[in-house]
């Protein structure tokens, strides 16, 4: 299974190099992208290869997304971000242009999108507890589809049509060990919604 952030993307990645994307989304990202550093479920495994990335959409269109090889550093800021520019999930493809190039999971956070166009924000987190204990608990992905590929994507969007899912803004990535997704209109409604899962996975372990 490939893992994230290191550069194994499966799409085909057309990068324009460029400044990074600016204004107050990317900030608001960035603070939320550190929290969540800080929590485990974002960073770098022991081999270097790190996990985890945050999304939000533009207002003009596209969205903009933590870039690859990210996960292992503290605290980002606009440089380690990429603006996807366009993207087409049967082809595999994606276009993106910043100092870094686009996530490895862009095309899961554009599936995010396609399947509902109120949401503004999607996280993306790992953590082998929480995926372990509300896999089916939780709203899951079919096992089949993997990370990083148009089959997640496209699981993904069939689970969204359903708006209980939608309406709780938090699946668990059943061909994905690990991964996690939250979203919401904003990166503070994405953000609570997986803290909120962590908390209760806390306070069960607790009990």
Known sequence: MTRDEKGYIQFHCDWTAAGPPEGPLVLALANWRDRLYRLGLIGVYPDGVGFGNVSGRRSGGGFVISGTATGGVSSLGPEHFAEVTGYDIAANTLACRGPVRASSESLSHAGVYEADPTVGAVFHV????????????LPTTVPTAEAGTPEMAWAIANLLADPVVRAGGVFVMGGHREGLMAFGPTPDDAGQRIVKVFEAWTVELLE
């Open 126 to 137: 790992h953590h082998l507890g929480l995926w372990k204990h509300f896999y089916g608990r």
